[in-house]
């Protein structure tokens, strides 16, 4: 049980396009999902958590202008990155809490965009 | 802010030899986390430690919730070269996950 997908896995972009990333949580209903941001051989670190039917709620430096969330069920939260730049190619990893299970996080494979 | 402090960032060793590796920090938390990230995958989570004190195995894993709630460590038993990866301490608050800076274990043939 448990599993959280994200869709694309790859996604290569020209600079000045937007680039959306789904993360779905399969088997379980999640009321919060967060989206992380990982460049190479670096740690994750927490973009924006992001509440089922709210307003996304930003770690601070990042731009919610630029990088829209969206969570509008209880299974799927979107991530637009817009206007990306060469800078924004990164490791998109989000993550999801279980309604149910207060405490675990469920994270999923992760997305990787490279914008050119 | 909130910040990890994970030890040693990388080790190589030999396959069969214990491993050992720690993560302080300057602030309490309730939920130390162990996890561990293969290239280009997400982390997938190994132990779980909710109490200080709290001694925790997984298989060939041990970890420990420090008593002063300020740290934890991992321990790796008798390496297999699966076990090559990175690893990321991670301490819970109750709104987010804060991880360290991982370690990143090497596995010589």
């Known amino acids: 049980g448990a599993v959280v997908s994200q869709h694309p896995s790859r996604v290569i972009c020209k600079s000045g396009t937007s680039v959306k990333i789904e993360c779905r949580s399969l088997?379980?209903?999640?009321?919060?999902m967060f989206w992380y941001r990982q460049f190479p051989k670096q740690s994750l670190m927490l973009m924006a958590t992001?509440?089922?039917?709210?307003?996304?709620?930003?770690e601070q430096g990042v731009e919610k202008d630029k990088f829209l969330i969206n969570h509008a069920s209880l299974t799927l939260s979107t991530l637009t990155v817009t206007s990306a730049h060469p800078e924004d190619s990164s490791f998109y990893i989000c993550?999801?809490?279980?309604?149910?299970?207060?405490?675990?996080?469920?994270f999923g494979p992760g997305t990787r965009l490279t914008v050119l | 802010g909130q910040q990890l402090n994970q030890s040693p960032q990388s080790m190589f060793i030999q396959e069969g030899e214990d491993v050992s590796m720690n993560c302080t920090s300057s602030?309490?938390?309730?939920?130390w986390l162990w996890y561990k990230q293969d290239p280009g995958e997400g982390p997938v989570l190994l132990i779980a430690?909710?109490?200080?004190?709290e001694l925790t195995s997984n298989g060939r894993l041990t970890a420990q919730f420090g008593i002063t709630r300020k740290d934890s460590f991992l321990n790796i038993s008798a390496s297999i070269p699966s076990d090559v990866g990175i690893y990321f301490c991670?301490?819970?608050?109750?709104?987010?996950?804060?991880f360290g800076k991982g370690t990143r274990l090497h596995i010589l043939p």
């Open positions: 993550s999801a809490r279980d309604r149910d299970s207060y405490n675990e996080q469920f």
């Open positions: 088997d379980f209903q999640a009321t919060t």
């Open positions: 992001s509440n089922e039917g709210s307003k996304a709620t930003y």
């Open positions: 602030s309490i938390f309730n939920t």
């Open positions: 430690l909710y109490k200080a004190g």
């Open positions: 991670a301490g819970q608050v109750p709104d987010k996950i804060i």
